[in-house]
């Protein structure tokens, strides 16, 4: 991931009911929510919620699905993997080995 992805990425993350939608999408994991579920469970108006899943999907954070009349949006967790790995990618100096405290935090078996 470069620069700008991620740059675009927090920028998406930077507002209180987009980051509640991240959340959500990635507890429910990969099979993700259908819109109105999305709504629903956030209490966000759907009208309201659409421009704020469309500025997730731009960001690459979300995808997007089409199961019959419905849209399903869940966390695209290749991006995240990215975005966090952009974060740690300087770390220690590139010394992993070094990051223990961080990677615990990634990992909770550790």
């Not at 429910?28 to 919620?49: C, F, Q």
């Not at 997730?56 to 790995?85: D, M, P, W």
């Amino acid at each position: 991931m470069d620069q700008d992805t991620a740059i675009d990425a927090f920028a998406a993350l930077a507002q209180p009911s987009r980051i509640a939608v991240f959340r959500l999408l990635i507890r429910v994991g990969p099979d993700g929510l259908p819109v109105l579920e999305i709504s629903r469970r956030l209490n966000i108006v759907p009208s309201t919620l659409s421009g704020h899943l469309g500025i997730l999907k731009r960001s690459g954070l979300l995808t997007a699905t089409r199961h019959q009349r419905e849209i399903h949006y869940a966390a695209n967790l290749s991006a995240v993997s990215a975005l966090i790995t952009f974060l740690l990618a300087d770390c220690c100096e590139g010394r992993i080995e070094n990051c223990s405290e961080v990677l615990c935090l990634l990992d909770p078996r550790a």
